[in-house]
């Protein structure tokens, strides 16, 4: 037997013996991490000192190497893969294999002592392939158990699960989450939407190593459909037909939910979610409308609030039909009549130059249903414009009517001054109440003139002009004349106002320079009255 292979057997088996007299912890507590295929050195505490013997033993049994005398020998299993430092007996390891973790112990023999210590060495593989899985390719929300199953090829492996940038929270009942060396599996139950909103990564990782999901993993959660709202919720309780009107119905769902329509719990032959006027003007009696949404994927049916309104057609036209003829105050009747098309009537009211017009007396009588009037007999006071307004609930319209009553001329009225004096220009008006309007004849002194306004005008008065006028008012319809006189006087220039105008401005001016007198002569007679001063 080689010399150095008895000393190094010898000085193995008395090391137990020594153990009184070894001092321990020359090596760094465990575990020491390290990548397969790459080095590690278990580095002993150990100053340079003068060292006889060294070994290393792997789990407590096998050989690793030995360092007796200065020479160094590696037992087979890790040859080319092991250097020794003779100084302060650390141990360098190279190309680490999985098996080459466990406990290592070293015995360093110097002249004045023995020292020893033991570590774990823990040789992991880098973390790769982090995947994904998924127990079903998409999910139906409350209904649905969703598992996600991520695996990664690597030692010791840890694993996080995230929502976007949010940890995924574990509560142990509805979310939990089983972990092995190589996999996570998370368990959602009665999967939500807000579950997997995503995109959704998983980490693993070990003491040396950290990887994430290559690719984000999404996976769909079909809800729906929420609550079902249709707009508007309130309408009008009446829509006229014709008009731009919508029901629109609307609810959260993925996929988007499909809607069908319902009129008083008939369905209604239309697909889309936007039913207009036109596809249900055939339903025009007071109903309630309501929606249904369907979700295809998650088979959920959810049916909406009930809208109600009538569709109603609104006033096309109106028109008064009246009496055509002349009408003669006292003596004639007109029945006027208000007839509308195109739609149900609900009110009609009678107006007269834009006032109501009521039964205010017996000669105004209305139909029981307000459609026509009856005014016998006519009076003078009912000319004017007659209005018929016919209304519904969604529409109304007016029409007019212009009653013309024939009637006068009543008593004319001449307006005139009395007296004038010669020269003055003169003017007689005369006014009858008439219709159709009076035509006038002026008389001076009971012989006709040439005038036939309502205006007779004299330019210059004299003394011939002075007389009574006559003024007649005739209407040529009812062939009624009436007439009234005025008596006219004139007089000199000056005698109906005492003064004429040249005497009135001879009084000012002599007024204007009695007062200028008087003011100069007060003026002189204070300038007298005023004492001289003395010069001494």
């Given amino acids: 037997?080689?010399?150095?292979?008895?000393?190094?057997?010898?000085?193995?088996?008395?090391?137990?013996?020594?153990?009184?007299?070894?001092?321990?912890?020359?090596?760094?507590?465990?575990?020491?991490?390290?990548?397969?295929?790459?080095?590690?050195?278990?580095?002993?505490?150990?100053?340079?000192?003068?060292?006889?013997?060294?070994?290393?033993?792997?789990n407590n049994l096998n050989g690793v190497a030995t360092f007796v005398g200065g020479n160094l020998r590696v037992t087979a299993a890790y040859t080319g893969r092991v250097s020794l430092n003779?100084?302060?007996?650390?141990?360098?390891?190279?190309?680490?294999?999985?098996?080459?973790?466990?406990?290592?112990?070293?015995?360093?023999?110097?002249?004045?002592?023995?020292?020893?210590?033991?570590?774990?060495?823990?040789?992991?593989?880098?973390?790769?392939?982090?995947?994904?899985?998924?127990?079903?390719?998409?999910?139906?929300?409350?209904?649905?158990t969703v598992i996600l199953t991520c695996s990664a090829i690597g030692s010791s492996l840890s694993f996080k699960?995230?929502?976007?940038?949010?940890?995924?929270?574990?509560?142990?009942?509805?979310?939990?989450?089983?972990?092995?060396?190589?996999?996570?599996?998370?368990?959602?139950?009665?999967?939500?939407?807000?579950?997997?909103?995503?995109?959704?990564?998983?980490?693993?990782?070990?003491s040396l190593t950290t990887k994430s999901t290559t690719t984000p993993f999404n996976l769909t959660v079909y809800?729906?459909?929420?609550?079902?709202?249709?707009?508007?919720?309130?309408?009008?309780?009446?829509?006229?037909?014709?008009?731009?009107f919508n029901l629109t119905c609307s609810a959260s769902s993925l996929p988007p939910a499909s809607f069908t329509w319902y009129y008083n719990g008939m369905r209604i032959e239309t697909s889309s979610s936007v039913p207009t006027l036109d596809m249900i003007k055939g339903y025009t009696e007071a109903a309630n409308y309501t929606c249904r949404a369907e979700n295809p994927k998650s088979k959920r049916s959810v049916p909406s609030p009930a809208v109600s309104f009538t569709i109603m057609e609104g006033i096309s036209s109106v028109e008064i039909i009246g009496p055509t003829g002349d009408l003669i105050a006292s003596n004639s009747t007109a029945n006027l009549s208000c007839q509308a098309t195109g739609g149900t009537v609900g009110k009609v009211d009678w107006l007269k130059d834009g006032k109501p017009l009521g039964p205010s007396s017996p000669r105004v009588v209305f139909a029981a249903d307000e459609s026509s009037v009856l005014i016998s007999p006519l009076q003078k006071d009912d000319n004017g414009r007659f209005t018929c307004r016919v209304s519904n609930a969604v529409s109304s319209k007016e029409a007019h009517y212009n009653m013309r009553v024939v009637y006068g001329p009543e008593q004319p009225t001449?307006?005139?001054?009395?007296?004038?004096?010669?020269?003055?220009?003169?003017?007689?008006?005369?006014?009858?109440?008439s219709v159709p309007p009076a035509n006038y004849i002026w008389k001076l002194n009971g012989t006709a003139t040439t005038t036939t306004a309502a205006v007779f005008i004299i330019a210059s008065a004299t003394y011939k002009d002075a007389g009574t006028y006559t003024c007649e008012?005739?209407?040529?319809?009812?062939?009624?004349?009436?007439?009234?006189?005025?008596?006219?006087?004139?007089?000199?220039?000056?005698?109906?106002?005492g003064l004429s105008d040249g005497a009135i401005a001879g009084i000012v001016i002599a007024v204007i320079i009695a007062v200028a007198l008087v003011v100069v002569g007060v003026w002189h007679y204070c300038r007298q009255k005023v004492p001289a001063t003395s010069p001494y």
């Fill in 1 to 58: 037997m080689d010399p150095l292979s008895l000393k190094s057997l010898l000085l193995l088996l008395l090391l137990p013996l020594l153990g009184c007299c070894v001092e321990q912890g020359i090596l760094p507590e465990g575990p020491v991490s390290a990548l397969v295929g790459g080095n590690v050195t278990l580095k002993t505490t150990i100053t340079s000192q003068n060292i006889d013997v060294i070994t290393w033993i792997f």
């Fill in 86 to 144: 003779p100084t302060d007996g650390s141990l360098t390891l190279s190309a680490l294999k999985p098996g080459d973790s466990g406990d290592y112990t070293v015995t360093v023999i110097t002249s004045d002592t023995t020292l020893a210590g033991e570590t774990k060495l823990q040789v992991v593989e880098p973390v790769s392939n982090v995947d994904i899985k998924s127990n079903v390719p998409d999910a139906i929300e409350y209904n649905s």
């Fill in 161 to 206: 699960w995230i929502n976007g940038s949010v940890p995924i929270v574990v509560d142990g009942t509805r979310i939990t989450e089983i972990k092995t060396n190589s996999s996570s599996v998370l368990t959602i139950k009665n999967v939500l939407r807000t579950d997997l909103v995503g995109p959704i990564y998983c980490t693993a990782s070990n």
């Fill in 223 to 244: 809800y729906g459909p929420d609550d079902v709202t249709i707009t508007p919720a309130n309408p009008p309780k009446f829509i006229q037909a014709g008009s731009t």
């Fill in 414 to 433: 001449i307006t005139a001054r009395k007296a004038v004096e010669v020269n003055q220009q003169v003017e007689l008006t005369c006014s009858a109440a």
């Fill in 473 to 497: 008012a005739h209407n040529i319809i009812t062939s009624k004349t009436t007439s009234t006189s005025h008596n006219l006087s004139v007089q000199g220039e000056g005698t109906l106002d």
